[in-house]
């Protein structure tokens, strides 16, 4: 994965990369910040915030655009699509392989150079569902 990449791996970088790949519940810097200070009691919440932009600038993991109030971070880069609660803002893949041809047809009626392509789903979770009912 970071073949080529000029990035340093600190020890705190490293512990950050690993946490964060071991979950799918794209967490905010301040999820992973309670869960990385019981391994490392003296990081801060500065310091994981500022090494998940770094991962991020470095194309190492993704920063995801969902609506809600904090950036939330994914260690899977392969482009895929999501769906956020609208109650807890949790924030879930959905596994179906992205529609390539929303481009060709955006690049129909675009001038622009189209880079990539987002789908944000929006509905309510499990937990919330039952919470509800
Ligand atoms: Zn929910
Ligand atoms: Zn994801």
Known sequence: ???????????????????????????TADDMYQVLRKKMPRISLGTVYRNLEILYENGIIQKLDVGGTQKRFDANIIPHYHIRCTIC?????????????????????????????RVEFL???PQCKKRQS
């Open 1 to 27: 994965m970071l073949t080529g990449s000029k990035l340093r791996m600190t020890k705190q970088r490293q512990l950050i990369l690993e946490e964060l790949s071991k979950v799918t519940s794209h967490p």
């Open 123 to 125: 509905g309510i979770c």
């Open 89 to 117: 803002g949790r924030v879930a893949d959905i596994h179906i392989e992205p529609h390539m041809e929303l481009e060709t047809e955006a690049k129909k009626v675009t001038d622009f150079d189209i880079i990539q392509h």
